[in-house]
């Protein structure tokens, strides 16, 4: 009965054509497979400050769209078993929109985790993000976390050196001067492995103790991103 009901969807027409959104099977009853359709392409925005509530924000909806990727592919994957069909997961697009003026380091390097994890992880999805606007401070390292980067021609870029407040006894100043520089050794590197600035062209920045602002060219040309678009 069953190898009967596999070769009767095998043979029908169902599968020569592209499912449109639900198609399922019940078989005594009991058992449901079904076919869903997946929606291709995402979008989320970080904007204005990066901090917990962004970063966490930003997080949530992206975990959120992961599980029913999974759960959808699951489905899918058992639908086509069931007909001796191989499946083929659908190609996934996560478009990231930043326009923002930096933030904290703290969760702006958990940005930075949370990006580059999901940009190099084996799983079908084509991770974009798109410069609009501005790009500065906390928010160039978050740009340089994933590959695929691109900007509207006229988005504003902006470095400068991480700024911090302390007060208290002076051992716990220089405890916070060392965790300062800590941090600003790994957003620099995060920018040099990224990009073709380097930790000279960095360092002659920071002396200076000003902004360094950068065009949407100028971007490009120290391939901060990979096309104006």
């Known amino acids: 009965m069953l190898e009967n009901l596999k070769s009767f969807w095998k043979n029908s027409n169902v599968l020569k054509k592209e499912f449109d959104n639900i198609f399922k099977i019940d078989f005594y009853h009991n058992m449901t497979l079904e076919y869903k359709d997946i929606e291709r392409e995402y979008n989320f925005l970080i904007i204005d400050d990066v901090g917990e509530c962004m970063h966490y924000e930003v997080k949530e909806k992206v975990l959120e769209k992961l599980s029913l990727i999974k759960e959808t592919r699951r489905n899918n994957e058992r639908f086509f078993k069931f007909l001796d069909q191989e499946y083929k997961p659908e190609e996934i697009t996560f478009n990231f929109h930043l326009s923002s003026y930096g933030g904290t380091v703290y969760d702006g390097l958990a940005m ?113 991103i990979k096309a104006i678009i």
């Open 112 to 224: 930075c985790d949370m990006l580059s994890r999901l940009d190099n992880e084996d799983n079908g999805i084509t991770v974009n993000l798109f410069c609009e606007g501005k790009v500065m401070s906390m928010g160039l390292p978050i740009c340089l976390s994933v590959r695929n980067r691109y900007a509207s021609k006229n988005t504003t870029f902006m470095f400068h050196d991480i700024s911090t407040f302390s007060v208290g006894k002076l051992e716990n100043i220089k405890e916070d001067i060392k965790e300062s520089e800590r941090l600003q050794k790994i957003v620099m590197n995060i920018i040099t492995k990224n990009s073709k600035i380097t930790q000279s062209e960095l360092k002659s920045w920071n002396k200076k103790k000003s902004d360094k602002f950068m065009s949407a060219q100028e971007a490009l040309d120290k391939e901060i």
